[in-house]
């Protein structure tokens, strides 16, 4: 009669009418250890039956680790084969090039269902931001543009610090020895990269957007680069204006000689090999754009300021082609 009661145990749910929660394993964790957890939460109705039956199946020892959505309507026998098949849910997060911080945590929030306050709290935590690795706050541009498969039961901490850990995790062998003989620190790299990844639309030409940029900071020439300050405006994917350009901001680098103090966008692997790699033998210092998304290049002021003038006249009016004119 035990062995019938304890059998029926199995096939019978907890409660019908039970709503799914979510149930977190973790890795090491023993099946005893799992079992207990099911009866405190009420997954199961009692200890004992199911771990007897996972021990003699063998399949106590098959329980992945993972968050899962189970349901005391479950029978204790259809829990474990959930367990067993590692059906852990996950939730998926797809960070584009580019976005800025700002964007990327509006994101998370509505993805993840997060609340908006503690992503702020943690990006703006000085003490933990420099716990990852890095100079900030903020956590502008380490925050890598990947399509993340997130264990729901993941902290906003905990999400932020596996992106910045991904990151960083792209910053090094080769990458890091580049950016070494280049003199370039992470975060250099990656403000670099950041300027590269706003301003080439089209990627056959982020090296050459890179060397251009190089070639001014060797020159000692401002980099006078729209996306800094589009940046620094709050204005980011909008026309800029003349006005714009007086921006009184450390990133305005219409005012402010070399990289701005951070990146200003989140960069691709793209646009971060552009800035350790840039176009061999460019002796260009000028770029003006055409509004398709791609650029006249220019060696010297007087061709691109005629290359401005050709834009202009295609485009009927003035364009705020004068980036990288004035010097």
């Not at 019908?16 to 939460?41: D, M, T, W």
């Not at 943690?122 to 543009?145: H, K, M, Q």
């Not at 997130?150 to 596996?162: C, G």
Request: proline share 7%; glycine share 10%.
């Amino acid at each position: 009669m035990l062995v019938v009661a304890g059998g029926s145990l199995l096939i019978l749910p907890a409660d019908r009418r039970a709503r799914p929660q979510y149930f977190r394993i973790e890795s090491g964790q023993s099946f005893g250890q799992v079992e207990a957890h099911l009866a405190k939460v009420g997954l199961v109705t009692l200890k004992g039956p199911l771990r007897i039956w996972a021990r003699v199946t063998g399949r106590d020892r098959q329980v992945h680790p993972g968050t899962y959505e189970l349901s005391a309507a479950q029978t204790p026998l259809e829990i474990l084969r959930t367990l067993v098949a590692g059906e852990a849910i996950v939730r998926r997060v797809t960070i584009p090039e580019g976005f800025t911080q700002q964007a990327i945590l509006a994101r998370l929030a509505e993805e993840l269902a997060f609340s908006v306050g503690p992503l702020l709290q943690a990006v703006g935590d000085t003490a933990w931001v420099r716990s990852l690795g890095i100079p900030g706050p903020p956590l502008e541009g380490y925050l890598f543009p990947e399509t993340y498969l997130f264990d729901p039961s993941l902290t906003p901490r905990e999400v932020l610090a596996e992106m910045v850990r991904v990151c960083l995790g792209h910053l090094s062998g080769e990458r890091r020895v580049r950016a070494a003989e280049l003199g370039l620190t992470d975060h250099a790299l990656l403000t670099l990269a950041s300027i590269i990844e706003l301003e080439a639309a089209d990627p056959a030409e982020r090296r050459r957007i890179s060397a251009i940029y190089r070639n001014r900071l060797e020159r000692g020439l401002l980099l006078q680069a729209d996306p800094t300050v589009a940046y620094a405006a709050g204005r980011i994917g909008q026309r800029l204006t003349a006005r714009d350009l007086e921006v009184a901001s450390p990133y305005n680098t219409y005012l402010h000689p070399g990289l701005p103090p951070g990146p200003i966008c989140s960069p691709g692997l793209g646009s971060i090999d552009a800035a350790l790699w840039p176009l061999e033998d460019c002796q260009e210092f000028y770029f003006v754009a055409r509004g398709d998304g791609t650029h006249l290049f220019s060696k010297t002021l007087e061709e691109h300021n005629r290359a401005r003038m050709e834009v202009e006249r295609a485009q009927g009016g003035s364009a705020l082609g004068a980036r990288r004119s004035s010097r």
